[in-house]
């Protein structure tokens, strides 16, 4: 079984990051600038995020880093998009617990605009952990705290939906293989992978499933194709259709490199920056 994160999965990596600040310009004012903004202005492909208030991509990059970006915390940087993704799916709760998502509500600005973690609840206060603020809570800080504030009305709990497992990838193929993640993917074996691989379930695995696997998990990773589609073959469900929400191959290059007509196998550039916006570790050969 394939172990997906929990609330402590979560909550570690939030409170590895405490400590945590962000860049300063030439007169010493702080930035917003840092690992955090890096990574969503790459995977938004828009560099205005690289100097975007940072509270809700810290969360949208604790929950990519431990896979539960997506399918239990959303990608997001405006925190009432947020909010709203939690709202749909039912998900906003009256007491909070371990391992919740908490939007701050400021009646000021009629709108949530500040979120983080909660780490514990105890005694009316709730111990989080928060992107972008300071000592006095501010939402508009410099780093990562640990915080301990008073539960009041203005605090809006959502839960995701945490799982511990999910079902392992189904066996493909006559002889009960099943495709695994390899170190090293090469373009012209994908390529050749393309045109060649049969893509219907329960037909035998093309010579390059680890390659095309590997890439899949990636494409998965970054919300560009779905766990059921994720297999080793590279058929039409892989490359996609271009769209912006799991276009697969085609979806991810239109994306990420401009053009309108997207052949739906990727070079070594367009291979590296997959890799890397998934967080993984692999090399790319010709």
């Not at 193929?173 to 049969?198: C, E, F, I, M, Q």
């Not at 929400?245 to 997959?274: A, C, S, Y």
């Amino acid at each position: 079984m394939v172990a997906l994160p929990n609330a402590d999965t979560v909550l570690r990596k939030a409170a590895g990051e405490i400590g945590f600040r962000e860049g300063r310009d030439n007169d010493g004012n702080w930035n917003n600038r840092g690992k955090f903004t890096t990574w969503y202005a790459e995977r938004m492909n828009n560099s205005i995020f690289l100097t975007a208030s940072w509270c809700a991509i810290f969360v949208s990059w604790v929950a990519w880093q431990t896979g539960a970006l997506g399918t239990m915390i959303p990608l997001h940087a405006w925190t009432p998009g947020g909010l709203a993704w939690f709202k749909k799916r039912g998900r906003v709760v009256s007491t909070p617990r371990r391992g919740d998502i908490v939007y701050f509500y400021y009646p000021s600005m009629g709108r949530v605009a500040h979120v983080g973690f909660v780490e514990s609840v105890s005694n009316g206060y709730i111990v989080t952990i928060e992107g972008n603020t300071n000592v006095t809570g501010s939402s508009q800080g410099n780093g990562v705290y640990r915080l301990r504030r008073k539960i009041n009305s203005n605090q809006i709990f959502c839960r995701p939906a945490y799982s511990k497992i999910v079902p392992p990838l189904p066996a493909t193929g006559v002889d009960n293989t099943k495709p695994k993640l390899v170190d090293s993917v090469s373009v012209a074996h994908l390529k050749s992978a393309r045109y060649t691989d049969p893509s219907k379930d329960g037909s035998p695995l093309g010579k390059y499933a680890d390659e095309v696997y590997t890439m899949e998990v990636a494409l998965f990773k970054t919300e560009w194709l779905r766990w059921a589609y994720v297999d080793g073959h590279y058929g039409s469900t892989t490359v996609g259709d271009g769209s912006s929400g799991f276009g697969g191959v085609r979806g991810f290059q239109k994306k990420h490199t401009g053009t309108d007509n997207p052949d739906g196998w990727m070079g070594p550039i367009e291979l590296g920056k997959l890799f890397k916006l998934a967080g993984m570790s692999v090399n790319v050969t010709p």
